[in-house]
């Protein structure tokens, strides 16, 4: 019998998910509001001006960022064209800016879940526009089911561009193959744990298991000194790779999400490792919230407060 809390976690999967919902509380006058309040722990804001604030503010704290126009699963091609635009003018603004930081997105936001080819092309414009303002493209990874998808197109890319990186999951029992591949290229890897629900003969689940492979993989990339950004919020881990000293490795920085553990990336910050903070703006951020409440049973207790909460949240958010 499954617990209450995986049975909340499910819930709030499944809600990510259903359009019928997302849209009841996008048009509601009175829950808009109050999910926004709690969207705005993990997420910068909903335009593109209060993202590039946020990050001014975490660059003047010595953070590196990876910025991201929150989308994915874009069905109509309009739409795709408008996200690429978004990220156009974002890559501009850093540019301007001399933020030579990393813009971060999923293929299918700009064209994978129509067309393939439509992906690689928005994405040939993107890689190129950003190379000319030295800003990196970080590649997110998305189901299982579009995999292949997303490598054959990062790896036709990177064969003309070194300005774009890959994120790869390791509960993917794939993933020890791909990354022996992904190495042959410059690309950064990001390396995540893996967050979607995925068949057990594809993907492993939350375990000691996961957590003994995920320290693998960390320790092939430092051998193989490749560049990568360890993503993960997971205290045991990062204390383990912290005695490890995987963190004084020049090839490797660390990389949690805007809103989770600023405690404990500051921590690490003030130690001088390489510390970077993950952080997406847009209006499309009913499914991030979903997932960051799924995350973690304490996130749906800090939501309620923050819908309670009469005050703004802090837009150092502890960092």
């Not at 997302?22 to 829950?31: G, R, V």
């Not at 126009?69 to 800016?97: P, R, S, W």
């Not at 036709?156 to 042959?184: F, S, W």
Request: aromatic share 8%.
């Amino acid at each position: 019998m499954k617990k209450p809390q995986e049975l909340v976690m499910e819930a709030l999967k499944s809600a990510a998910r259903n359009n019928q919902m997302k849209d009841a509380f996008q048009q509601s006058k009175e829950l808009y509001p109050l999910l926004l309040k709690a969207a705005k722990r993990y997420v910068a804001g909903e335009v593109r001006a209060d993202a590039i604030a946020v990050a001014e503010n975490l660059l003047a704290k010595d953070y590196q960022v990876s910025l991201e126009f929150i989308g994915e699963n874009t069905v109509h091609l309009e739409e795709c064209q408008k996200a690429v635009k978004e990220f156009m003018t974002l890559i501009d603004e850093m540019g301007t800016l001399s933020l030579k930081q990393t813009v971060s997105f999923d293929l299918s936001h700009i064209g994978l879940s129509i067309d393939k080819e439509i992906a690689y092309k928005h994405l040939l414009q993107l890689v190129q526009h950003a190379n000319t303002h030295g800003i990196i493209l970080m590649v997110s990874m998305e189901e299982s089911s579009k995999t292949d998808a997303i490598l054959d197109i990062y790896k036709k890319i990177t064969a003309q561009y070194d300005n774009i990186g890959i994120t790869v999951q390791a509960h993917l029992y794939r993933t020890e193959m791909d990354l022996q591949e992904l190495v042959q290229y410059p690309g950064k890897i990001r390396i995540v744990k893996g967050a979607f629900q995925e068949p057990s003969t594809m993907a492993m689940e939350r375990s000691e298991a996961l957590n003994r492979r995920y320290l693998q993989f960390i320790d092939q990339l430092i051998k193989w000194n490749h560049p990568f950004s360890i993503a993960t919020h997971d205290e045991a881990l990062i204390q383990e790779m912290e005695q490890r000293h995987y963190f004084h490795q020049s090839n490797v920085e660390i990389e949690m999400l805007y809103g989770i553990r600023p405690d404990l990336i500051r921590s690490l910050q003030r130690k001088g490792y390489n510390c970077k903070v993950y952080l997406p703006y847009g209006q499309e951020w009913y499914l991030y919230l979903c997932h960051r409440l799924a995350e973690n049973p304490e996130n749906l207790y800090l939501a309620v407060t923050d819908m309670l909460s009469t005050s703004l949240l802090d837009s150092n958010q502890g960092y």
